[in-house]
């Protein structure tokens, strides 16, 4: 259970790290800060519908369109995105066709990468306690 939880808070702050720098990068995309609460739900509903909708989009790939599986991350990205923009949650915002484009698939890089390093970091800091409480 405790392994469970570490997975989705990883997933969770890869996530957040994504959006973070699609909007540090991408003019057009825009994190509404003054409106804390609509972003960490903006976060955690797209990081659910990204852990939902690539398993089922993969599925719905493998069946009609098997072509589409190597893009199955960008395109759950794409969708989830989408969703949490359109809800009226407030907190992200997405004004040009170019974020729509690149902001899939800046947030998919540095999900990623932040899902493969964070644990690493994470074990590693477990590592150094171990040894320093010995």
Request: proline share 4%; net charge positive.
């Amino acid at each position: 259970m405790i392994m469970f939880l570490i997975r989705a808070l990883i997933f969770v702050a890869s996530a957040a790290l994504g959006i973070v720098v699609a909007d540090l990068v991408l003019e057009g995309f825009v994190i509404d800060w003054s409106d804390w609460w609509g972003f960490v739900l903006a976060v955690l509903i797209f990081a659910v519908l990204q852990s939902v909708l690539a398993p089922w989009i993969t599925k719905v790939a493998r069946r009609n369109a098997p072509a589409l599986l190597g893009g199955i991350g960008i395109i759950s990205t794409l969708v989830a995105l989408l969703i949490v923009v359109v809800l009226p949650i407030g907190g992200i915002r997405i004004t040009d066709a170019l974020s729509w484009v690149l902001a899939p698939v800046i947030i998919w890089v540095v999900t990623a990468l932040a899902t493969l390093l964070l644990p690493m970091i994470f074990i590693k800091n477990k590592v150094e306690d171990r040894r320093d409480s010995k």
